[in-house]
């Protein structure tokens, strides 16, 4: 039905993937409109239409039947499977204060796991990841997990060779810096904009496609290295270098030999602010262990012709050059040296703090990588202080459930696994972004109870015991206020909670409440009474930093305001370039850690205390056993993650109703295999089944499938799960990058195919389980 009012007068939202205005008739929503000021606006928004009251919204509180029936720990293996029983909202918050009273009791609040990761909602208050550690806090504490997904390793190297990560991976050279002065942009791992449709936290206008586009106009130049040419914008022009997946450091030492050889390094630079290089230099021209890391040498491993890797490094030490390292580079075995090294190669070139020029860690990753914007910390809902010191990294959470008591290496510490009772999820999807999923779902089964905040049927919510429906961004009112960008949105209830959906903070309300501890996580205050203090201590902060925030009222009634980011910036290192003693690194040195003291003497396993070369123990270059094919599992086009993948804007991208698996034309007609084709992907961790589409920016040897469809899982012969879906965690493997960082390797992988000719029917994963009413 056609709105009535202009589009700038309709009600505002937000979510990660932009700012909208909401049309809504008679209670439903029938359109989102991209915000008035969004240039490139994302059509992600559009997976919510119908999605909000179909068969798969969650409507009331439920318990699985067996745990309902029999208590704790029962039928453990019957998660997914199990009906589910309808109650009511007293009986759901005593049945979650009773079991969290008994783990305490019995176990400590140790076997509390407080497993939220993120990626919920674009709110600055009713954000879950903060609401369940705040409340987990004020019960007693939690077992907790440190970095991401994402980019974990990424995340602990940079914590020794520059100092603190967020503020080199969210502060590079800005956009604007980059278009007025950059010459040469070398994106190792590509610069995909799929991925920049995607903030956390939310976004106002999207920037990426109009300042690569406006910097390739002032004559920037782009170099792409990766194994899918579409990682870089096809009107952008640059330069492919298809390099082996996971290759990326053997092909930068190769840089690096050649800046050494031709004396194209800055030597005043790397005296002035860096440490260890010589070190790192005698490991580069083969004195350590007798390689001389040459373009010959790299040419080998990543299938590039050394004229190529000369003629790169000829060019990025003439040039005004800007490396850009994906994120993806950190999720593979190793996946820490890809930072390191590309950092390394940065100082070399003696450019880092330069305007458009150094380096940058992940330009395209998120819409707010670049972004123009002051740095304005804003208030947060805070979560208080956690008791309990355990915690694992993030992606080990099959080895924490599985071996507890069980120690692990960790970033030079030796750590033990705790022995979990009790998994608390309120945001983010493991069934989504954990590797390995038939060794997660016998994980899954080691917990006595498993509670889960969600809003609709995906394989979280039908894996877990307690089910608290919750509501949408949609729902209700909220901020997006985030210091990555520079619009601040006040986001209104545009449709009403639907069935009995509460908000996380109204949950957790009642929980406290049967728990005695409602004070102190309400401090008395109602939601609106928080949205009002966090924007006017936010409006301090502000003021703090010399920029003028409107009153609650007008902000309000307006809807939005923009926040003028001032002068280009040339990143977090501009400061340190000019004067390094006062703007000193928070590293052990101060400086840039070519050759980093602190994990030398933490003495890591296997890693040597400067970037080097660590052949992967699955990938192409070791593709010797049955496995051929190089499975590439990045972020999907249509959704974030796995959100909203039973929408319309993610449906229709399907193919036979299946996730699309992209393939090399050269290596589709070697098997026999046509675009539509039905093809089981499989290794010996698990399969899944996908559409075949022939791609040829992919290339050979590697085969494309997005993360992101819901999981749809039955046991093959071996006990395996294969996703009748094509989800391509069944695929990957669930092994620490190294014991420096336990990150994510999901693409270390190796996978075979085999056309299919029986149907397989539809797809369970938009199903809802069986539930029994009261």
């Not at 969650?58 to 019957?78: C, Q, Y």
């Not at 792409?224 to 040419?229: D, E, G, Q, T, Y």
């Not at 203090?533 to 902060?541: F, M, P």
């Amino acid at each position: 039905m056609p709105h009535k009012a202009p589009v700038e007068n309709l009600p505002l939202t937000a979510a990660h993937w932009g700012v909208y205005r909401a049309e809504v008739n008679e209670g439903k929503l029938r359109a989102l409109h991209p915000f008035e000021r969004d240039p490139n606006p994302s059509l992600i928004a559009n997976g919510y239409i119908g999605v909000l009251d179909d068969e798969l919204r969650i409507d009331a509180p439920m318990v699985r039947k067996s745990w309902l029936e029999n208590g704790p720990g029962s039928a453990t293996d019957k998660r997914g499977v199990d009906p589910f029983v309808q109650v009511t909202w007293d009986e759901a918050e005593t049945l979650v204060a009773n079991e969290l009273s008994r783990v305490k009791a019995s176990f400590g609040n140790e076997a509390i796991y407080g497993g939220s990761y993120g990626w919920s909602g674009a709110g600055r208050f009713h954000h879950a990841q903060s609401q369940l550690h705040r409340f987990l806090n004020c019960i007693g504490g939690y077992t907790r997990s440190v970095n991401t997904y994402s980019l974990a390793a990424g995340e602990v190297i940079l914590s020794h060779i520059l100092g603190d990560p967020a503020s080199f991976i969210h502060n590079p050279p800005s956009w604007q810096s980059v278009v007025e002065n950059g010459e040469l942009l070398v994106a190792f791992g590509g610069m995909p904009l799929r991925n920049s449709q995607i903030s956390s936290g939310g976004t106002g206008a999207h920037r990426a496609r109009s300042a690569l586009s406006d910097a390739k106009k002032k004559g920037m130049s782009f170099v792409n290295i990766s194994p899918m040419r579409s990682d870089v914008a096809a009107d952008l022009n640059a330069d492919w270098i298809a390099a082996r997946p996971g290759s990326d450091v053997a092909l930068m030492l190769a840089i690096a030999h050649e800046f050494l050889s031709n004396n194209w390094h800055d030597r005043s630079f790397l005296d002035r602010y860096t440490t260890g290089f010589e070190t790192f230099a005698r490991y580069v021209i083969g004195q350590v262990d007798g390689i001389v890391k040459s373009a010959a040498w790299a040419a080998d491993i990543a299938n590039v012709p050394a004229q190529t890797i000369k003629d790169l490094a000829s060019r990025m030490a003439t040039s005004r050059t800007l490396i850009s390292v994906s994120w993806s580079l950190t999720r593979q075995e190793h996946g820490e040296q890809p930072f390191w090294m590309a950092t390394t190669l940065a100082a070399m070139l003696g450019q880092i703090g330069l305007p458009g020029a150094g380096i940058a860690f992940g330009y395209c990753a998120a819409n707010s990588i670049g972004m123009e914007r002051q740095p304005i910390k804003f208030a947060s809902f805070q979560q208080g202080k956690n008791p309990v010191t355990t915690f694992i990294p993030v992606a080990r959470i099959s080895d924490m459930l599985l071996n507890p008591g069980s120690t692990f290496r960790f970033n030079g510490q030796t750590l033990t696994y705790p022995d979990i009772k009790l998994v608390y999820w309120a945001g983010g999807n493991p069934f989504h972004h954990h590797q390995d999923l038939t060794k997660l779902e016998r994980a899954w089964q080691k917990p006595d109870t498993i509670i889960a905040h969600e809003w609709c049927w995906n394989a979280l919510a039908k894996r877990s015991d307690i089910v608290l429906p919750c509501t949408t961004q949609l729902e209700r009112r909220d901020l997006m206020m985030t210091p990555r960008d520079p619009y601040i949105v006040s986001m209104e209830e545009v449709v009403p909670p639907h069935a009995e959906a509460r908000d996380d903070y109204e949950i957790f309300t009642g929980i406290s409440r049967k728990l005695g501890v409602d004070t102190s996580f309400t401090e008395g205050r109602s939601s609106d009474d928080w949205l009002r203090w966090l924007y006017e201590e936010s409006r301090q902060k502000a003021d703090s930093c010399g920029v003028i925030l409107p009153d609650y009222a007008t902000f309000t009634e307006k809807g939005w305001h923009y926040i003028d980011p001032g002068t280009p910036s040339s990143g977090a290192l501009e400061a340190f370039r000019k004067d390094p003693r006062v703007a000193r690194l928070e590293t052990q040195s101060g400086r840039i850690e070519i050759c980093c003291a602190q994990i030398a003497d933490s003495r890591q396993d296997n890693i040597l205390p400067h970037p080097a070369w660590y052949a992967p123990e699955e990938w192409l270059g070791n593709a010797t056993g049955k496995h051929r094919l190089h499975l590439i599992s990045g972020q999907p086009a249509d959704k974030l993650h796995s959100q909203l993948d039973h929408g319309p804007e993610s449906q229709v991208k399907k193919v036979n109703g299946r996730a699309v698996a992209g393939l090399n034309p050269v290596d589709a007609e070697t098997m026999g295999v046509c675009d539509g084709v039905l093809l089981r992907v499989y290794n010996e961790r698990g399969a899944c089944l996908v559409s075949a589409r022939l791609d040829p920016s992919l290339m050979q040897g590697c085969i494309a499938i997005s993360t992101g469809a819901w999981l749809d899982a039955a046991r093959q012969e071996d006990g395996t799960l294969i996703c009748q879906n094509g989800n391509p965690n069944t695929l990957t493997r669930d092994q620490g990058t190294s014991d420096l960082a336990q990150g994510p390797a999901a693409h270390s992988c190796l996978v075979s195919i085999e056309k299919l000719t029986v149907s397989f029917g539809q797809s369970k994963a938009y199903l809802p389980p069986v539930i029994q009413r009261t």
